[in-house]
RNA sequence: GCGGGAAUAGCUCAGCGGUAGAGCGCCAGCCUUCCAAGCUGGGGGUCGCGGGUUCGAAUCCCGUUUCCCGCUCCA
């Protein structure tokens, strides 16, 4: 598919608006609509009651985005977060200035009548003598001067600016995290191992944002610093390790459960040139976007480094008391990161689907029913008749109070069935005249309606009273054919 | 920041010097008892913005903003 085709869907049924667009729009910065709200509280619902409210080894946590300052000194984002860059100004590559020297580069030698060659790192050429001062890699353009990149959001704490504090807004959730370790331990006394959930905005000045909302400068993190002891052994393994390979599996079938195919997703392990300052070891579950496999979700082991760091900076002792050891110990951490808005994208990616019915095209976003922003529609055969108006809208409105349920009589059926396929809606209930009866004629309705699917567009003829209960399971566990068996099947 | 592309109706796009168009969607009515049916009607655009050329600019020129795609970078 293409992600223009996502991109117009978004915008035309209200998933995904570009931000102050009335203004020209602003770059990288995307709102969510009435249903892209639903949906990605759909998601971080599920993300959070399976990683905190089913598992007894973790607990949540909403820190603040604004945080003191030395907390970025402490997590080294200061000093990493913040790269001095230059462009060529021929060939336009932009390089670290840092790192130039480094680096070998292309040298067209005076000496050997302008022979082409490459020079090793940070040495004179043989020939000539010459040293670097053009472009490493085209070895012809000139270099601009270097730039800062800040890739942290500066702000300032305080109405006026001059005497504010200066301070960021967090580039990552995960330090709110650090910083409560002790607090967290002390208040819900918990054991090794144990993790702490998060979810919540981050903010960094990405140099190349775009692909829609595959990357942008504000954006919504899901994290877990699940914290173990690094002096016991699982397996016969260091107990950090063997809970790196769990989260990655764990949060691998998160993925798989909610829908996404198995073959649109993998583990991508980063080399040891690839690694944050902090990591030990860290693997990406990549999803095959449209654009190419890119990245979901980052689990790292950033060891005890950020607890370490934050315990010198802070001169607070941040360590687990270890019983059997009677030894106090810095605990490693295993964090399984993944982005909010990234996995939304994956979703609705993997869900969209267009296919032929009877000649005409059908678009459908087969999202998982855990995740689809409205659960059931509820339309009325014919809208001239009040009775059955009457009747769909009561039905509606018992429904509304349980799941999210819309209501629309505003075209024909067909019509109002695709409408509710293009955004995921997965089952639709039609009142009919069967269900209320003609009462010119003498005859009283059965008080059944027709439940129609989504995905496969089967019908089944439901009692009304009966729906509350078809629901409970339609929405819950059950798959359709389970729950369509015990009804006759209704032809479309 | 550089290079390239683009900006016209809600969406997709045509128009490329002579008073703003199509398809789809949307709204209303008629019709219709189950998968984008039909008919009638309707709303909606100062053609991104600013300047210039011209009798006349969506159209040509200059500037500007924004978006998209590449490149550099991604904790």
Redesign the pocket.
């Known amino acids: 598919m293409n992600?223009?085709v996502l991109?117009?869907l978004c915008?035309?049924r209200g998933f995904i608006f570009?931000s102050s667009e009335i203004y020209?729009?602003?770059?990288?910065?995307w709102d969510y609509g009435p249903l892209g709200v639903e949906l990605k509280n759909n998601i971080k619902r599920a993300w959070w009651r399976d990683n905190v409210q089913l598992r007894p080894d973790m607990v949540g946590l909403d820190a603040s985005i604004l945080m003191h300052a030395t907390v970025w000194r402490a997590?080294?984002?200061l000093?990493?977060?913040t790269?001095p860059?230059v462009?060529c100004?021929a060939?336009?590559?932009?390089?670290?200035a840092d790192k130039l020297d480094e680096q070998s580069w292309i040298h067209y030698c005076p000496a050997t009548k302008g022979n082409k060659f490459e020079v090793p790192g940070g040495e004179p050429c043989k020939h000539c003598g010459a040293r670097r001062t053009l472009c490493p890699e085209c070895g012809k353009g000139e270099l601009?001067a270097p730039?800062q990149?800040n890739?942290m959001f500066k702000t300032f704490m305080g109405p006026v600016e001059d005497e504010a504090a200066v301070t960021y807004l967090r580039?990552?959730t995960a330090q709110g995290i650090f910083v409560n370790f002790d607090n967290v331990l002390q208040s819900m006394r918990l054991k090794l191992p144990f993790g702490i959930a998060q979810i919540g905005k981050a903010f960094?000045n990405?140099?190349?944002?775009?692909?829609?909302i595959f990357?942008t400068r504000e954006f919504e993190q899901m994290e877990i610093e699940y914290f173990v002891n690094p002096h016991e052994t699982i397996d016969g393994r260091p107990a950090d390790e063997a809970w790196h390979d769990r989260w990655m599996e764990e949060r691998l079938a998160w993925y798989r459960r909610y829908g996404i195919r198995a073959d649109n997703l993998r583990l991508r392990e980063h080399d040891k040139s690839?690694?944050?300052?902090?990591?030990k070891r860290t693997a990406d579950i990549e999803y095959r976007f449209p654009?190419?496999w890119s990245e979901l979700e980052?689990i790292?082991n950033r060891t005890d480094f950020d607890l370490r760091q934050h315990a010198q900076f802070s001169g607070k002792s941040l360590t687990y008391y270890d019983e059997d050891r009677r030894t106090h110990v810095v605990p490693y951490v295993i964090e399984p990161s993944a982005g909010a808005d990234r996995s939304l994208l994956a979703f609705l990616v993997d869900a969209y689907q267009e296919e032929e019915?009877?000649g005409?095209?059908?678009?459908v976003l087969r999202l998982h029913r855990a995740l689809a922003p409205t659960k059931i529609a509820v339309l009325p055969?014919?809208?001239?008749r009040t009775d059955i108006v009457a009747t769909a809208r009561e039905l509606h409105d018992r429904l509304a109070r349980r799941w999210v349920t819309v209501y629309?009589d505003?075209?024909?059926?067909?019509?109002l069935?695709?409408?509710q396929?293009?955004v995921g809606t997965p089952y639709?209930v039609?009142?009919?005249?069967?269900?209320v009866g003609?009462s010119d004629k003498g005859e009283a309705g059965d008080r059944c309606?027709?439940i129609?699917?989504r995905d496969s567009?089967?019908?089944i003829?439901v009692p009304i009273e009966d729906l509350s209960q078809v629901f409970d399971r339609l929405l819950g566990e059950a798959a359709w054919d389970e729950v369509a068996r015990a009804y006759p099947r209704?032809?479309?």
């Open positions: 992600m223009d991109v117009s915008k035309r570009q020209g729009g602003t770059g990288s910065c997590s080294g984002h000093d990493h977060f790269d860059m462009d100004k060939c336009q590559r932009r390089f670290r601009t730039r990149f890739l580039p990552e960094r990405e140099i190349t944002p775009g692909n829609f990357r690839e690694l944050a300052h902090y990591a654009m190419g980052g790292a019915v009877r005409e095209k059908r678009v055969l014919l809208k001239k629309d505003t075209a024909a059926i067909g019509r069935y695709r409408r396929d293009e639709c039609t009142v009919d005249v069967q269900t003609d309606v027709t129609r699917e567009m089967e019908q003829r209704a032809k479309s």
